[in-house]
């Protein structure tokens, strides 16, 4: 029976899911990577970590900075870092036999594809979101939400059923929903759809104000929701290519919280976990720095091998790209990146599309 976890990253996401996991008498070690010690020096000065909103408390963490340690404190290495990240990371597992290992990446957003298909590891997951809407508030950890559903997938997916009961005991709370392959696990992370439009279409306001508004309650409005939608339709095109039945941005939204909205609008005005969340103070956030180049630009690709017009995904990226300088589509997760360059289309869908797995095939 799982009774240790190790988690690379101490921000919000990391440190919500330690906190959860004590709570549930499983011991958490946290990694923090040296040139990223904001969080970590926090947590030290103030000893233990309080805990508020829909998570209630304080809590002692354990933090290292040595990755050995983190190796040797559990067979389960859940990566909280943003997908930005994850490349830092990867360079940090290298050097060590990781075959009795599984990392979890949340959000993954294909990480097991990029050259983590290079390290000797048991398995990489990847799950859609982080389980948890939470943000640090002056040292504090504020957890606007916990999710009940996320979508997790497995690089290999020949795995014993025990595998499946460890793993849904790393996230106490939350319903994981297997799915077919990572990359339906990566169509279903819905911050693609959501986050670089509304940065995007709020771009002006965030920067006059340094984002003093409500991203989601004053920014998503009808006509930033029109251009999701086109975006979302995509992206379930996509998904229909492969042969998965995914639901719309909103709906994945709803399995997340247990919500019935039926509008984009009405979710971001009277969502709990959305309808608070103030904008970032300026453009250079992940909320466009992670999702353009390592989901938009991922679905581009994806959609361009499959022959979809992927024109509404291309048109932000674009936008993006001429907003910020960076060229995305070159440095974010392209076919190149994912090692999917010279892949045919008939070879994409049936290397990720549904497949029959007897464990797997047990909990779709
Ligand atoms: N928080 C949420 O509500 C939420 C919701 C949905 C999805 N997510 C996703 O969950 C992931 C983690 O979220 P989070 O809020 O915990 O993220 P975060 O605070 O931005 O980053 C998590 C930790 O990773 C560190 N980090 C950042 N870049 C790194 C790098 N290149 N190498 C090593 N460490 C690095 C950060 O350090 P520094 O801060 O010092 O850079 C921080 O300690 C992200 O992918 C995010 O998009 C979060």
């Known amino acids: ?34 040139d990223h010690p904001q969080h970590a020096n926090r947590l030290r000065d103030n000893g233990r970590l309080r805990v508020s909103g829909v998570m209630e408390g304080f809590t002692d963490l354990e933090l290292t900075t040595d990755m050995a340690e983190i190796i040797a404190f559990s067979h389960i290495v859940v990566l ?14 290298k050097p060590f036999d990781l075959r009795q290992h599984t990392i979890v990446a949340i959000p993954g957003n294909l990480f097991s594809l990029t050259k983590a298909a290079g390290i000797k590891v048991g398995n990489i997951l990847e799950t859609n979101l982080s389980p948890y809407s939470c943000r640090m508030d002056d040292g504090k950890l504020l957890v606007l939400g916990r999710k009940r559903r996320i979508f997790i997938g497995a690089l290999h997916n020949e795995v014993s059923a025990d ?13 994981l929903k297997w799915c077919h392959s990572v990359v339906e696990v990566c169509l279903s992370n819905v911050n693609g759809v959501f986050h670089p439009l509304m940065m995007l279409m709020n771009a002006g306001r965030i920067e006059s104000t340094a984002g003093d508004f409500l991203l989601y309650a004053e920014g998503l409005t009808r006509s930033v929701a029109n251009a999701m939608q086109a975006v979302d339709r995509v992206r379930m095109q996509i998904a229909a290519a492969f042969g998965f039945r995914l639901r719309s941005a909103v709906d994945i939204s709803n399995d997340c919280y247990g919500q019935r909205f039926t509008d984009l609008v009405d979710l971001a005005r009277h969502s709990p976990p959305h309808r608070s969340l103030r904008s970032p103070a300026d453009m250079a956030h992940r909320n466009i720095s992670e999702d353009v180049p390592d989901l938009l630009v991922c679905w581009h690709g994806l959609a ?61």
């Open 304 to 364: 361009e091998k499959l022959g979809i017009d992927a024109s509404p995904i291309r048109a932000v990226i674009v936008l993006v790209e001429m907003a910020t300088g960076v060229n995305y589509m070159e440095t974010g997760r392209n076919m190149k990146r994912l090692n999917l360059e010279n892949v045919s289309r008939s070879e994409l869908v049936a290397r990720f599309g549904p497949c029959l797995v007897t464990h797997l095939e047990t909990r779709l």
């Open 163 to 175: 595998f499946y009961e460890d793993v849904q005991r790393v996230f106490p709370f939350v319903e």
């Open 80 to 93: 909280a870092v943003p997908s930005t990240g994850q490349e830092t990371v990867l360079k940090e597992l």
């Open 1 to 34: 029976m799982l009774s240790r976890v190790s988690i690379v990253g101490a921000g919000p996401a990391g440190l919500a899911l330690a906190a959860d996991l004590q709570s549930h008498g499983i011991s958490a070690l946290m990694y923090s990577h040296p």
